[in-house]
């Protein structure tokens, strides 16, 4: 029996193979695209958990994340700070007086005179009051509250700007904080019936609050910093050996995670989220992003003003407009906008101590969904940070080849200009 031989094209062999190609680079693309963004995953996950399992890591629960997350995870954020910066860099950071002054003049004048202004709009335009007046208090504290700590830092590092910047200028801004915040709040929410509630009783109980915060300071943030450095400075090849082959910087995002999850299990578990209106919460959804999009803006123009400003002839002006590094540009751009959990909440508890428990959980929503969305928001601008750092290193390295080529025509044509006149003589 004769048998059938099929022959196969040549050419439809080569598409189906392409075509296999294809989907697998497909794959493969999307893949490393889901992998890059397991921070923006691991917050809904969190979220997720936080909303069904709120009394496992509320404040007070039952890992007791007060300690567990904001003691624990925040020492190993910034013990591998510690490990991973030297120590020039740091002292070089701490005389930056431009620095200090872009960072905290934006978090603590800049941002409250913004959102102050908009509260008042809000105000005015609100008659029938759909966005909760509670919400309008929680925003101007929100906006007089210090950088936040941890996520400055792991998102300087990943951007690849100066994360000796950003641990300097969140130390100093949480050392600032608690003196500043409660006065300066106080003094801005408006003198309306509406908010007499949040201003007569405003700091009244912060000297058991200094004694706290200022002890999750030294522990969390001041004791990891020094054993890191204590380390890096006694066995500093083993320890950048450790840092580049176990990836301790993924460690630091991982504790990120987790102080998101106590904090938005805190959230639920007092029902404040659940308690707003859908205008409000749409509200604030809308505007943390808005506001943190027009902060990094304003950051970015003040670190690297246009150039006819910065080329300015007077001396004080050109000292004032002066660009600083890209660098250090990131870390502005990351400490500027941001705003600290940490510090916040514990601080609104303790300012509006008497005020009804319900109310100030409503307050804190604007803390706890601003900071959160700062995360999602920045982990975005890791990656256009990212590029723009890319882009200035590649135009650095271009201009150095043009001048390397420059310096070697003109090598070349002296030495063509030399042999001509040994010739002519």
Not at 11 to 33: A, E, P, V
Not at 237 to 257: D, G, I, P, Y
Not at 383 to 400: H, M, N, P
Request: proline fraction near 4%.
């Amino acid at each position: 029996m004769a048998q059938r031989v099929v022959v196969m094209d040549p050419i439809d062999n080569l598409g189906t193979t392409r075509r296999g190609r294809s989907w697998k680079q497909i794959l493969k693309t999307t893949t490393l695209f889901i992998l890059h963004q397991w921070l923006l995953i691991g917050i809904g996950v969190v979220c997720v958990l936080a909303y069904y399992f709120p009394n496992v890591a509320k404040h007070g629960g039952i890992i007791r994340s007060e300690y567990s997350i904001l003691y624990g995870a925040m020492a190993v954020i910034f013990l591998i700070s510690g490990l991973s910066i030297p120590r020039q860099k740091l002292f070089q950071q701490f005389l930056n007086w431009r620095l200090h002054a872009l960072v905290q003049v934006t978090s603590f004048l800049f941002i409250p005179a913004v959102v102050v202004a908009l509260v008042h709009a809000i105000i005015a335009g609100d008659t029938q009051e759909r966005i909760d007046r509670a919400v309008l208090a929680g925003y101007i504290f929100t906006a007089c509250i210090p950088t936040t700590i941890a996520s400055n830092v792991v998102m300087t590092r990943a951007a690849g700007g100066d994360d000796a910047a950003a641990l300097v200028e969140v130390l100093i801004a949480n050392v600032l904080g608690p003196f500043i915040t409660a006065a300066w709040t106080v003094t801005l929410l408006p003198h309306t019936a509406e908010f007499d509630a949040w201003r007569t009783q405003g700091g009244s109980n912060l000297q058991r609050m200094y004694k706290d915060v200022f002890k999750q300071l030294g522990l969390s943030v001041l004791l990891p910093l020094v054993v890191g450095q204590f380390i890096r400075w006694t066995w500093s090849e083993k320890t950048a050996w450790v840092l580049q082959r176990f990836r301790l910087a993924k460690l630091s995002t991982a504790c990120l995670l987790l102080l998101i999850w106590s904090t938005f299990s805190s959230c639920f578990a007092t029902n404040a989220l659940q308690s707003l209106s859908a205008q409000s919460i749409a509200f604030i959804v809308l505007f943390n992003v808005a506001l943190y999009l027009f902060l990094t803006a304003v950051c970015f123009y003040i670190s690297c003003p246009p150039k006819f400003l910065s080329s300015c002839p007077h001396p004080w002006a050109k000292r004032v407009f002066e660009r600083i590094s890209p660098g250090e540009t990131i870390a502005v751009c990351f400490c500027g906008p941001a705003k600290s959990t940490a510090l916040g909440i514990p601080l609104l508890y303790a300012m509006w101590m008497p005020v009804d428990l319900f109310i100030k959980a409503k307050t804190s929503v604007p803390v706890l969904l601003y900071t959160t969305e700062q995360v999602c928001v920045a982990h975005f601008f890791v990656y256009v940070f990212r590029r723009w750092l890319a882009k200035i290193e590649g135009s650095r390295d271009l201009e150095s080849a043009e001048r390397a080529g420059q310096i070697g025509i003109t090598e070349n044509t002296q030495e063509s200009i030399m042999v001509e006149r040994k010739g002519q003589s």
